[in-house]
């Protein structure tokens, strides 16, 4: 089923559900596109990661490494690697689409948390609930740099735009910045309170969007880091968020309920009900018509929103 939310500003078409992907024994926990459009990367429970092609969603292997399951994944730029971080500690570091594991690299003391490439590709950086960052060198494997996390806890990273400097929250609230490669603070913006997770910029970086334990969904603008929009959403759980491609529209998972949301506005587009009690993580894919969703129901889901045509 699918709700079609209407405004003078936009107009809205059908979309339909273009597969489900399932398997009896895993879950999913993170969920990929790959920059060259070819193929989806999923990973979770099993500790593998999963490569499915893109337009009629067929496994092409599956590949393992971790000893955990995977907490975390993102592709670098180019699209020749794809990182993976576990709860076993380690993140390893893939060859696409060979699914060859290149570096395991070991620093964290606890859970990997979560993962991102500098916008260049060469610089990888890992966050823990350990509350370290590491810096890393994509090309070698090694560690460039390592600090403890200010304000309790780091939970979620994000590079900026132009890679000098990074963007964490945690427990907290607090949005943290700091420069890079020292990692050294130097600023600290107050957000959510108790926790704030899910640091995203848009595509243009111009916006940067946090999620927090308050069910509030809040978008800065990141000349001056003034609140753009607030949005309240339901309650019930972490929910994972990505804007498109394009930067037009911001998806989130929220329990029972997918969300996007047309970013000029911050009206919803649409309300995709979902049997799943919640969402892990979400993405689109590069052409921005697929909508890639895993979900707590153990299946990854992909919505087609090729129809899906905003009209500003």
Sequence with gaps: MLVLCRSSSAYYR??????????????????????????????????????????????????????KRVTCMAFNPAGTRVVTGSSDRTCIIWSFPE???????EKHRRSVSDVAFSPDGTVLVSAGFDSRLVL???????????????????????????????????????????GVPDLEPFRVLPSH??????????PDGTLLATLGFDNQLILRSTADWSIFAGVEL???????LSFSHDGSMLAVGTPRLIIVFDTEQMERLLEIPTAARGSFDIDFSIDDRFLLVSCSDKRLHIWDIGELTVVH
């Design 14 to 67: 059908q979309m339909q559900e273009a597969a489900q992907i399932y398997q009896k024994r895993n879950a999913f926990y993170c969920v990929a596109a790959s920059p060259d459009n070819s193929a989806i990367a999923a990973a979770g429970k099993d500790g593998a990661l999963h490569l499915y092609r893109a337009g009629d969603w067929e496994p092409i292997g599956s590949f393992y490494a971790h000893r």
């Design 99 to 105: 699914g060859a594991p290149l570096f395991t690299l």
């Design 136 to 178: 890393w060198s994509v090309e070698v494997g090694w560690d460039l740099h390592t600090a403890h996390g200010e304000h309790r806890s780091v939970q979620s990273v994000a590079f900026s735009p132009d890679g000098q400097y990074l963007v964490t929250t945690g427990y907290g609230g607090e949005l943290v910045l700091l």
């Design 193 to 202: 309170p108790v926790a704030a997770y899910s640091p995203t910029f848009s």
């Design 234 to 240: 339901p309650r019930g759980g972490m929910c994972p």
